[in-house]
């Protein structure tokens, strides 16, 4: 975590509920409207992670960019690729998520555990403790589901969580402390973690 | 204690038409005839059917009738789940004003675990919460309604031929009209027991059967019989070319719960109302007596009667019952035919053990005197309330690896509990102590070299 060309500091934007409690660590970018439960871990190691707006990240959540397998972490020459997460999507508890790309209206259930080499679409549903780790994309509205990762298309994409967005953003200040955001027309300002 | 845990440890022979070893967690004893009985011979009945979702008992009858399906839950077609119902609101214009629109509650299914939902496979949104949902109706109904009705008559006849026969050459004053053979002929085609109910009060004849057939149906039902086609629909031609959509070829399973239609595309997959289970109550075979009788309420998991072996009969040495008890072990002797798994020779105390009895106020009672028992210190380990510890000396047989099991018989004294159908004369006897013996196998474990 000692790289001296990205700054280490975390982007808030105005509009984002991020508690105190959550960790999160290296360059990232939080979208507006999103909301990261306490405990969430964030952790952009091998590269930034860039969150878009109207995300719900529950407790125990980790969103990881890590090195792969084969690669030390000092070894020159690699190269840090960046994380995206799109909008309206909802990471529930204790899932796990090292997947490069994820699109929009994604929900990754309790326990889901997503490997690096896999692209979210958008309306996907990994279910509750599908281990998937494949290199591939998933198409659109697909919901994997079962012990057996079974999978099937659904006709219409999982609705944004707006009621429980507005919800939490009015509750969560009353029982945690948040974490500073940034205005968005100055410059960059750190924020206190 | 390998009752709960360890389950295979200890096992105890059964005494039945098969002679079952099996662990005493899944006995019961039957105090009447005081053995021990298995699942295998027990005979199991039907206690009452309830529906695992909603919970609502349903008679015996009214299930047959709903073949065995609960009217108000539905199972997901992807997934087998429990379909829940959702609401949303949908905006509809008034009836008595068209160009205003109200918000009108608009219910459809959806299954929690897989994400289907009643509107993936066409069905409307229906306006009342339950009640509203149908199955698809099967269009080969009324040929297989009629089919049915034929082959019951059909059945029927055999039956009255058979008995006939039978009758002319049985004496009038046999009780019995119906032969064992002709049930099961009855209820080959489910005639059910329509024809085994007797008249109240009229006594059993043997023609009592044949005049209850006389008065009903006799039209004939007459059949087509099944037309062979020549011609049969060629494939389509781009069977082979044509690129497969994998997520709309149903799976095995899912065509298969859906007899009728075996639907081999997923927009076609239904829900079926849920299928309902039963609470069984056993019996056993010799006496005639109920082993376990569970409650007739399906929320309640609780048994009326439950004479499970581990109240009754002693576990490893572990008193249950509250009496004081003396435990014989004996080894097995040579050429013991019950004597086939054992792999070591066991050499077990040859004194009597007495076993104190359970008492569930001695962890709180502190005043208690101490248990007088004398003790060899070379037999008996330690001794704690209703349990005692004690040596044997395994000499194993075989070198190779495998698991070191013996086997011996535990002898010991019951004190039957039930009420005696005869009140004895003499007052208030004690009851009599009567002896057990029971084959009990022990799996130690593997030999460490």
């Known amino acids: ?193 | 204690m390998a009752s709960l845990l360890q389950p295979d440890r200890v096992l105890y022979l059964v005494h039945g038409e098969k002679k079952i070893r099996s662990p005493l967690s899944t006995l019961y004893f039957c105090r009447y005839c005081s053995e021990l009985r298995s699942l295998e011979c027990v005979s199991h009945e039907v206690d009452s059917h309830y529906c695992p979702s909603c919970l609502e008992n349903m008679p015996s009858a009214e299930a047959k009738l709903k073949k065995n399906r609960c009217a108000n839950c539905f199972d997901c077609p992807c997934c087998m789940h429990t379909l829940s119902t959702r609401a949303t609101n949908i905006p509809a214009p008034l009836p008595d004003d068209p160009s205003k629109t109200t918000m009108k509650k608009a219910y459809y299914l959806a299954c929690g675990f897989c994400r289907w939902t009643s509107r993936d496979v066409g069905m409307a949104d229906k306006s009342v919460a339950s009640g509203g949902w149908q199955e698809p109706d099967n269009p080969h109904t009324q040929r297989i309604n009629k089919l049915i009705e034929y082959y019951q008559q059909l059945a029927q006849r055999e039956k009255l031929e058979r008995d006939r026969k039978k009758l002319a050459r049985r004496r009038p004053y046999m009780p019995l009209a119906f032969s064992q053979h002709t049930i099961h002929v009855v209820e080959k085609y489910g005639l059910g027991t329509r024809l085994q109910r007797q008249r109240p009060g009229a006594p059993i004849t043997s023609l009592a059967g044949l005049s209850l057939k006389e008065g009903e149906d006799q039209k004939e039902i007459n059949i087509e019989p099944a037309q062979a086609l020549d011609e049969v629909e060629p494939l389509p031609e781009d069977c082979y070319t044509r690129p497969i959509n994998l997520p709309e070829v149903t799976s095995l399973r899912q065509r298969l719960l859906q007899p009728d239609f075996q639907p081999a595309g997923a927009s076609q997959l239904h829900p079926k109302h849920k299928h309902l289970l039963i609470k069984r109550s056993l019996r056993c075979r010799k006496c005639e007596h109920n082993l376990s009788k569970p409650e007739f309420n399906p929320t309640s998991i609780k048994f009326k009667i439950q004479l499970v072996a581990e109240c009754q009969v002693l576990l490893t040495l572990t008193n249950p019952v509250e009496n004081i008890t003396h435990v014989t072990l004996v080894g097995c002797e040579e050429g013991d035919p019950e004597d086939i798994n054992s792999t070591a020779k066991v050499m077990v105390p040859t004194k009597e053990l007495v076993l104190a009895g359970k008492d569930a106020a001695a962890d709180y009672d502190e005043l208690a005197e101490p248990q007088d028992f004398q003790d060899d210190p070379d037999v008996v380990a330690f001794r704690k309330s209703n349990k005692i510890g004690f040596f044997i000396k395994v000499v194993p047989q075989r070198e190779e690896d495998g698991d070191v099991t013996v086997s011996f018989k535990i002898r010991h004294d019951f004190r039957n509990l039930a009420a005696p159908i005869r009140p004895s004369e003499e007052g208030d006897a004690p009851t009599e102590a009567i002896w057990l013996t029971h084959h009990v196998e022990l799996s130690l474990g593997p030999i460490i070299a």
């Open chain 1, 1 to 193: 975590l000692g790289d001296t060309k990205s700054p280490l500091i975390a982007k808030i934007a105005a509009g984002a509920v991020v508690c105190v409690e959550s960790e999160i660590r290296g360059e990232v970018t939080i979208g507006a409207r999103t909301v990261v439960h306490p405990k969430a871990r964030i952790i952009a190691e091998a590269g930034p992670i860039v969150i878009g707006e109207g995300n719900l990240i529950e407790e125990q959540a980790l969103i990881i960019n890590s090195y792969p397998e084969n690669i030390a972490p000092d070894s020159e020459g690699v190269e840090p690729k960046t994380m995206t997460i799109g909008i309206n999507n909802v990471f529930e508890v204790g899932c796990m998520s090292q997947a490069l790309k994820i699109g929009d209206n994604n929900v990754i259930e309790s326990k889901a555990d997503l490997g690096r080499n896999m692209i979210l679409t958008s309306g996907c549903i990994i279910g509750a403790c599908c281990q998937v780790n494949t290199c591939e994309v998933i198409p659109e509205n697909t919901v994997i589901f079962g012990s057996g990762c079974q999978r099937r298309v659904q006709t219409e994409r999982p609705q944004p969580q707006t009621l429980q967005l507005d919800f939490l953003m009015k509750i969560l200040p009353n029982y945690h402390h948040m974490k500073k955001t940034v205005k968005t027309t100055s410059a960059v300002t750190p924020a206190k973690n």
